[in-house]
């Protein structure tokens, strides 16, 4: 299986709608780490659609990771080692993730990523139908996204960014949470407004 491009960024030709899409998701995170302790709001959980589909499958929370080249997975699997107190996790991560986290879209993948439980039903269609519809819609903005799915192997960089991201937050994730990506086709994607 070939690499993601999103893990790889984009030059000078990447799709407008690319930056236009990380620069929402950046401001929007960022508003919800500042203004709401980092709860997931609309913005990170969007609608999932199989191929053919007229109603959603349910809502996923994704994960916004940072390029390789930018990552900060080992000092996110810091801040879990200091403590075993769930509150105190997520008062670092949110204090971490509202400071300069997410300040330059640029850094980061268009590879969104999303943690499912081990035997979960609703990964395996996804990764059946290889391709997914992931529509966010807050803030008066809506992505459509058309999307390739991977499962992602324990060695890849994001697999291990969103594990110790979600650790944060969720230090019960059981061992073999599956971790899915879904990596946009930018020319079959829409937004509205239009970007």
Known sequence: ???PAGILGHGLDAPPMRLAFLKWQCRTRQIAMREAAGRPDDSMMPAVFLPGAAEPMGHIITVLNRLPAHSVTAELRHMAARTADPAQRRQSAVAFLAA????RAERFSDLLTATFAPQSHGA???REAGRARLVFEAYSQRFDLACRVWRLAEHHPLHAATLAHNRLFN??????TEVLGFEPDWQESRAEPEV
């Open 1 to 3: 299986m070939s690499t």
């Open 171 to 176: 230090p019960s994730l059981p061992p073999g």
């Open 124 to 126: 395996a269609r996804l």
């Open 100 to 103: 300069e986290y997410y300040q």
